[in-house]
């Protein structure tokens, strides 16, 4: 049999390789003929995603009977300083086994996987799935209303709920809890931050500046808390721009995507990075603690017990500790030079430093 190498970009794709991928057995896919042509478009230009994703646009067949076909394919980061540190996190095979283990057997709306590879010589990774175009992209700039607000804190709480103290969670060895990813982000976090401190000067509130100078050293602290019973599984990077919203009726209205971050850890962590970016200050400040009470209350309607709201309260005071690690080590080799991604920078500096005062976070470790 033929061995293929994955493609490491869109532009090392080929018509062989993709009719390998999409006409196997074990493809999510059912080809009636061979995909003989495709084009593809980069998709998140100027988005800051640390991701090359791409919309494939192929034809199936020849002459009347040809059809078009089109899927978004994920591939690593073309920029190198991004792709090394996701090398270094295992991202990119995280994310494989999270669609090729869980994607398709949770209720948690996910798009369908087509193809999966991953490559532990080369750190290539590749996944292809279900083009969601016909539903409206979240934007983590634009910001959600209080409906969308509400449905992903919905489709969240059912979710975690059923992985809630999961002692099968064990049987997948690649995913980790918060705590196994702390040396990592210990070991990224003064060089990204420093960085990320240059690429946003003018932008990074002087209370944020003060504060993230001395966070590294609590690392070890904030993960092995938020590792600690009771823990579910976990998105990790739970934001608008990475859900597609349907109309509220239909059977998906909500899907989820870009699981490479996902970890066993206390499920409140999504929801402060979902009301961090979803919300504008005011808003957060305003309705947090509503969004906190339906959370809590989803999850005791699902039959979760021995997890008070003020636990989960404390929770989320230390979900916002994790979430500016995470953003200062994944946010520190970004390119933030386009307009919309120094919105978007600007907008999360200037929340995450608003949300870390509000709920007193450094009472926590200081």
């Known amino acids: 049999m033929k061995h293929y190498e ?46 090359q994703v791409v919309r494939l646009k192929l034809q199936i067949g020849q002459g009347a009977s040809s059809s078009d076909l089109t899927v978004v394919a994920k591939f690593p980061s073309q920029d190198p300083e991004i792709q090394a540190l996701n090398d270094r996190a295992g991202e990119g095979q995280r994310e494989n086994m999270f669609y090729q283990d869980i994607g398709g057997n949770t209720d948690m709306p996910t798009p369908t996987l087509y193809f999966s590879g991953f490559d532990a010589a080369t750190g290539n990774s590749i996944l292809i799935i279900e083009d969601l175009a016909q539903a409206r992209p979240g934007d983590s700039v634009a910001g959600c209303s209080l409906d969308d607000v509400d449905l992903a804190i919905r489709c969240l709480a059912d979710f975690q709920a059923k992985w809630w103290n999961d002692s099968g969670v064990a049987q997948y060895a690649w995913l980790p809890q918060k705590n196994e990813d702390a040396s990592f982000y210990a070991r990224e976090y003064d060089r990204s931050w ?102 809590h209350s989803l999850l005791v309607d699902k039959g979760i017990t021995g997890y008070s709201f003020d636990q989960c309260l404390i929770d989320y005071r230390w979900a916002y500790l994790d979430l500016t690690v995470f953003w200062a080590v994944t946010g520190g080799p970004c390119d933030w030079t386009s307009s919309r991604a120094k919105q978007y920078l600007d907008n999360t500096l200037e929340r995450i430093d608003a949300a870390l005062y509000d709920n007193e976070c450094a009472k926590l470790i200081l």
């Open 6 to 51: 994955l493609p490491s970009n869109a532009g090392e794709v080929t018509i062989e390789w993709l009719n390998h991928a999409l006409r196997s057995d074990s493809s999510g896919l059912v080809l009636d003929s061979n995909i003989t042509s495709f084009s593809f478009d980069v998709l998140g230009e100027g988005k800051g995603f640390m991701n």
């Open 194 to 295: 420093n960085i990320l401190m240059n690429k946003s000067q003018g932008m990074m509130p002087d209370r944020l500046w003060v504060f993230g100078q001395n966070l590294g050293r609590y690392i070890g602290t904030v993960r092995r808390y938020l590792s600690g019973s009771p823990t579910t599984l976990v998105h990790g990077d739970y934001r608008p721009d990475n859900c597609f919203f349907g109309n509220h009726q239909d059977q998906r209205p909500l899907t989820i995507f870009d699981w490479e971050y996902c970890t066993e850890g206390r499920g409140v962590y999504d929801v402060a990075t979902f009301l961090c970016e979803a919300l504008t200050t005011k808003e957060r400040a305003e309705y947090e603690i509503d969004f906190l009470v339906l959370y």
